[in-house]
């Protein structure tokens, strides 16, 4: 099976610039360990599988070449520029369900696209001790 992964510059003033996120489209069939392979070839610091959600407009499952994470900045922008250039969404305000919660996301008619994120003092039970 074929599976499409595209890839994206974010924040990037030049085509050589910016952080690269992969984005996989309709991952609803990808098994976690399928995701996890499918991010170590690609090799970005992230990459991101789209899904259906029944709690937010679309889940987000993040991957590094190492293993799942519960949210990425520059792969959420990539998602979110990547569904509005597809014409899979409008410009406008949608929630993605990630491992982090469900967070806010506003899409712009001009390209823009900006995310909430959890408010840090949230985050604590996330910090593991070593």
């Known amino acids: 099976m074929e599976i499409e992964v595209y890839t994206l510059n974010i924040f ?10 992969g984005v996989v489209l309709d991952a609803d069939f990808l098994s976690l360990d399928e995701m996890q392979k ?3 070839k690609v090799g970005f610091s992230e990459t991101a599988f789209v899904q259906k959600s029944n709690n937010a407009d679309f889940k987000v499952i993040f991957f590094t070449p190492n293993g799942e994470v519960d949210l990425c900045g520059h792969a959420t922008v ?4 990547l569904l509005a250039e597809k014409g899979i969404i409008q410009a406008g305000e949608y929630t993605q369900e990630t491992k982090a919660g469900i967070l806010k996301v506003e899409c712009r008619g001009d390209g823009v696209i900006y995310m909430n994120q959890c408010n ?3 985050m604590k ?4 001790k070593k």
Not at 78 to 81: C, L
Not at 125 to 128: D, L, Q, R, V
């Open 38 to 40: 499918i991010a170590k």
């Open 120 to 122: 840090p003092k949230f």
């Open 125 to 128: 039970h996330w910090i593991k």
């Open 78 to 81: 990539a998602v979110f520029y």
């Open 12 to 21: 990037a003033k030049t085509a050589d610039g910016g952080n690269p996120a």
